[in-house]
């Protein structure tokens, strides 16, 4: 399969005086860390929604293979930045996007970026759990039926591979053709992480994915993301800073639409060097 | 009883205490007239069925001159003829009517269901802001037109400039006629209650099927679509249902006062409800056995309809899917 997202020639866009950036917004911490390469790289990347500025030149490199966390207030723009990665925001009327956002170096932002092939490298995971009204087996190949002619032993063996990497195939292995929608909200959860692995993306976004489980639910898919991080490039937003801490490698601090901190998360969390990302990590944010 | 304790000081100590004893009776009031007025609904209801019944049962048990049943419901089941008025004896074999009634349902459906589906796809999945208020507009007055002008329509307009051109076997009066007239006019159902439907399916599916690279159309047809399916059949069969009962289009359209058991499109054929509207319009006398058949007529589509209603809720509720 071509992968035209790929082979397109970064586009550049009007504003196309993207390096080297004057990185006022991003405090030299953090850079001295030998870093793997990024997988998704953004500079002075700006966003809106119709005339309201949601994002200001963002500069962040997100490290391969790594996790990152997106922390922030409500409204600080983390989660209009993680769609545009995979282009979601296409479908909201008035969202636009200015700067560079690439992936492996190739540019997500231009009119010719096929979209689909996009998605399929760069998938998604929701903060509501949102299998599709069918059964367990086929919300897992569901993806990959769209973009490929498979047999019948290929399914099967995505099917379980997939649950298997999603940490869900000893609980369900018995009852793949019931519905997908009778599990509960951790297991419909990790059903969606099976469904999103099963057209082997690079990169894994996840918005808040544990804000609508229980404790113990939320347990089991930070689990399965440290996992994961061995072989996807993982960004994750959350409210949840324990959880930031928990789980990822770096963290980025967004506040008002700008990005305050990025660093290593051992780092941002206890050593903050700007004060705004002090308050907000120790909790006296107001 | 004592004045309370001024306990708060928002309230007045001089402010009386609205009377427990006329809000309850008030409570008591409310539930009953409410009781009542249900009740009423739930009465007519069960009183039109009652005499249906009654009237269907006096049409059955009618006895000739020579003591023999009229119709006995074999005949009334099995005859393939319906000539109550023109022959002698005459027959009641109901089937004729019968086929009428689902071969102008039929047409009616055929052209409806998926035309109907088509533009609540497009109204609720690609259709504009600005477009779909229009549209849904536009829609709503089709729903308001009442259904004699639909069968003017069919005589003046559908069968001399749509079908004699096609094909030199239609007459005034055909089953295609007032089957796609029908089919107009259940249209808006079809669209309105699907439209329903497809937009009650979450977002999160929507984008939980872009978000794995599907294209639109795709996630229309492999998510949307199926996540609404129950819906989408309750409205066909509310709109069937509408079709099977529908009157004055087939009473102007259809036919004059000949029944056949056809599957022709082009064939005059008479409905049940053209057959009601036929006696009751005074071709039979009170009383008389034409008259009396109306009833079992009646009680036949009410048979129909009610079938089809149930069917309905029975699948509404096996395949509704739930969502928060």
Request: glycine share 6%.
């Given at each position: ?13 009007d ?31 700006s ?41 979601m ?8 996007a ?39 087996k ?27 990497a ?72 959350t ?48 | ?116 589906l ?39 307009f ?63 047809l ?66 008389g ?33 739930v969502?928060?």
């Amino acid at each position: 399969m071509t992968q035209p997202a790929e082979s397109a020639p970064p586009e550049r866009r009007d504003s196309s005086a993207v390096l080297p950036v004057a990185a006022s917004a991003m405090p030299p911490v953090g850079a001295a860390a030998p870093t793997p390469p990024a997988a998704v790289a953004m500079r002075r990347f700006s966003a809106w929604y119709g005339r309201h500025q949601v994002l200001q030149a963002i500069d962040l490199d997100i490290p391969e293979r790594q996790v990152c966390a997106f922390i922030g207030p409500s409204g600080c723009g983390k989660s209009t930045l993680l769609r545009w990665v995979n282009r979601m925001n296409d479908s909201i009327v008035g969202a636009r996007a200015d700067g560079t956002l690439t992936l492996h170096g190739s540019d997500l932002l231009g009119r010719t970026v096929d979209v689909v092939a996009l998605r399929r490298r760069v998938g998604m995971v929701f903060q509501k759990p949102n299998p599709f009204p069918k059964s367990i087996k086929e919300n897992v190949v569901f993806g990959a039926k769209l973009h490929y002619r498979l047999a019948r032993a290929d399914l099967d063996e995505i099917v379980e591979k997939a649950l298997r990497a999603a940490a869900l195939w000893d609980e369900v292995k018995d009852r793949l053709g019931s519905p997908a929608l009778g599990l509960s909200g951790g297991q419909q959860q990790r059903l969606c992480i099976a469904r999103a692995l099963a057209v082997d993306p690079e990169v894994l976004l996840m918005d808040e994915p544990c804000s609508a489980l229980d404790p113990r639910s939320t347990a089991s898919i930070e689990a399965l993301i440290r996992q994961l991080r061995t072989n996807y490039t993982i960004v994750i937003v959350t409210h949840n800073m324990q959880q930031a801490s928990r789980i990822s490698d770096t963290t980025a601090f967004f506040f008002e639409g700008r990005l305050v901190e990025n660093s290593a998360t051992d780092l941002l969390f206890t050593s903050p060097t700007q004060k705004q990302t002090e308050d907000y990590v120790s909790g006296r944010f107001g | 009883m004592t004045s309370l304790p001024a306990s708060t000081p928002f309230i007045s100590p001089r402010a009386r205490p609205v009377r427990v004893r006329l809000r309850a009776v008030f409570e008591w009031l409310m539930e009953s007239a409410l009781f009542l007025v249900t009740g009423l609904s739930v009465i007519t209801t069960l009183a039109i069925i009652v005499i249906l019944v009654h009237e269907t049962w006096k049409f059955f048990t009618m006895r000739g001159a020579d003591g023999q049943l009229l119709v006995p419901v074999k005949d009334f089941l099995t005859d393939s003829m319906w000539s109550p008025l023109l022959s002698n004896p005459p027959r009641f074999g109901v089937a004729s009517l019968v086929s009428g009634t689902l071969l102008v349902t039929a047409i009616a459906a055929a052209f409806a269901l998926p035309l109907g589906l088509l533009t609540a796809v497009y109204l609720s999945e690609y259709a504009p802001r600005r477009v779909r208020s229009l549209l849904k507009s536009l829609l709503e007055i089709l729903a308001g037109i009442p259904t004699v002008v639909y069968g003017f329509f069919a005589l003046t307009f559908i069968t001399p400039n749509l079908l004699q051109p096609i094909s030199g076997s239609f007459g005034t009066h055909s089953a295609m006629s007032a089957g796609i007239a029908v089919g107009i006019m259940i249209l808006p159902i079809v669209s309105s209650l699907a439209e329903d439907a497809l937009r009650a399916v979450p977002q999160s599916l929507r984008d939980g099927s872009l978000a794995l690279g599907s294209t639109k159309a795709e996630t229309i047809l492999r998510v949307v679509i199926p996540a609404a399916l129950s819906g989408i059949v309750a409205s066909f069969l509310l709109a069937i249902t509408r079709a099977i009962g529908e009157t004055m289009i087939v009473a102007l359209a259809a036919g004059g006062g000949v029944a056949q058991l056809t599957v022709d499109p082009a064939a005059q054929v008479q409905t049940m409800t053209a057959y009601m509207v036929q006696v009751f319009l005074g071709d039979a006398p009170a009383g008389g056995v034409e008259y009396q058949s109306s009833y079992a007529v009646a009680f036949t589509l009410f048979a129909f309809t009610f079938v089809m209603t149930w069917i309905g809720a029975l699948i509404l509720r096996r395949y509704r899917e739930v969502y928060e």
